[in-house]
């Protein structure tokens, strides 16, 4: 038996891995997660409120990251600058996890309802970005649009350091960024600037 709160999170995360991989999402109950990681079904539900949030265990640190390390980013940086900040923070934990995160991704992607499920996370996080780039005086519209880009560039380098991982993930952020301000600075041309 796990003797810690820590480890039996740790086991029923890897357990419920397991059983997603070899048996499917939806086949796997909790009770089996539980057996799986040697502890009884009232402890799986006092770490998680569903078998699906086993999967977005972090999903509140991220977040918390997120907004502590915009919050505190020195004043006097463009709103891409504080987000590409941010997000470098965060990436630690990422590729710390990395052995959890890999077979997530794959479980997801084969389960409709999680894929869902997911959305609705990303679009959690990214309120959140937008909130904290707001208290930091950013106009609405501004803060909006610049989370929602940021958080893209943010899953694109994810995906790229996640099909190769010889390269940082802190080093795609890097390259994400410089890529979304090159295309921001692209000047429209005269015939889509005359467009209604």
């Given amino acids: 038996m796990p003797r810690s709160g820590a480890e039996a999170r740790r ?6 891995l397991e059983l997603y991989r070899e048996q499917g999402f939806d086949k796997t109950t909790a009770a ?27 999903e509140a640190d991220l977040c918390a990251t997120l907004m502590r390390t915009i919050a505190e980013t020195p004043q006097g940086l463009e709103t891409f600058e504080i987000l ?5 923070q965060s990436a630690g934990q990422l590729e710390n996890n990395r052995a959890f995160g890999e077979p997530r991704w794959e479980i997801i992607w084969v389960t ?61 952020l890097c390259e994400a960024f410089d890529d979304l301000r090159a295309l921001s600075a692209v000047t429209p041309s005269t015939s889509a600037s005359s467009e209604p």
């Fill in 84 to 88: 590409l900040h941010a997000f470098r």
């Fill in 32 to 58: 089996e997660i539980a057996a799986r990681a040697g502890v009884n079904e009232r402890t799986f539900f006092r770490h998680f409120p569903d078998k699906r949030e086993v999967l977005f265990d972090g």
């Fill in 112 to 172: 409709p309802a999680l894929r869902e499920r997911e959305l609705a996370k990303h679009a959690s996080l990214i309120d959140a970005v937008a909130e904290a780039l707001r208290q930091r005086g950013i106009a609405d519209r501004v803060a909006d649009l610049a989370a929602r880009t940021g958080w893209a560039a943010y899953q694109h380098a994810v995906r790229i350091w996640m099909a190769d991982p010889a390269r940082s993930l802190d080093t795609q």
């Fill in 11 to 16: 086991r029923l995360r890897e357990a419920a």
